[in-house]
Nanobody
Framework: VQLQASGGGLVQAGGSLRLSCALSGRTFGNYVMAWFRQAPGKEREFVAYINWNNWSGGMPRYADSVKGRFTISRDNAPNTAYLQMNSLKPEDTAVYYC??????????????WGQGTLVTVSS
């Protein structure tokens, strides 16, 4: 499985960005897709995950720090997960990583990871 994350960049506070994560090499629909982030000098932290369909695992889950501002979604064709980030704050500045696995978790215990994409929010 390979994950390719894209969409990061520099944005002013209050702005928006959409990150994408393309999965290749396996059947996309069987995986939980997640986003984590890591700011300089900090540990990797959970952002959001979405199950492979809403009938097995319920609704997407978000970290409290992004709830109401970020939206995770997925498109099983073309095997891509998205993270729509609105009302961005300087504290959202981090490298964002997408991940895939069989079990939904807010812990960084996923089987596969993308290379990360940098999001910088200026004040």
């Amino acid at each position: 499985v390979q994950l390719q994350a894209s969409g990061g960049g520099l944005v002013q506070a209050g702005g928006s960005l959409r990150l994408s994560c393309a999965l290749s090499g396996r059947t996309f629909g069987n995986y939980v897709m997640a986003w984590f982030r890591q700011a300089p000098g900090k540990e990797r932290e959970f952002v959001a995950y979405i199950n492979w369909n809403n009938w097995s695992g319920g609704m997407p889950r978000y970290a409290d720090s992004v709830k109401g501002r970020f939206t995770i979604s997925r498109d099983n064709a073309p095997n891509t997960a998205y993270l729509q980030m609105n009302s961005l704050k300087p504290e959202d500045t981090a490298v964002y990583y997408c991940a895939a696995g069989r079990i939904a978790s807010s812990q960084p215990s996923y089987d596969y990871w993308g290379q990360g994409t940098l999001v910088t929010v200026s004040s």
